[in-house]
């Protein structure tokens, strides 16, 4: 079978008993349904709310002077 969107290839995904996901053809162009599952990244649903990263604090700058510099 053949689908012109993934959209419309996972209404009919959806009436299957077993797992099966659409793809998109590299000679056709077109979507199709697969069960195959081996070497097939499944996408991680979205997050809602991104994980905080934490911010490294930067040591102060201190410029140097003839003070501070060793002879």
Avoid: N, W
Avoid at 26 to 42: E, W, Y
């Amino acid at each position: 079978m053949r689908f012109v969107d993934a959209p419309a290839a996972l209404v009919v995904a959806e009436r299957y008993k077993f797992v099966v996901r659409p793809y998109q053809c590299d000679r056709c162009g077109a979507f199709h349904l697969t069960g195959r599952r081996k070497g097939k990244r499944i996408p991680r649903p979205a997050r809602k709310d991104p994980p905080a990263m934490p911010v490294a604090k930067a040591a102060p700058f201190r410029q140097r002077t003839s003070e501070t510099m060793e002879p």
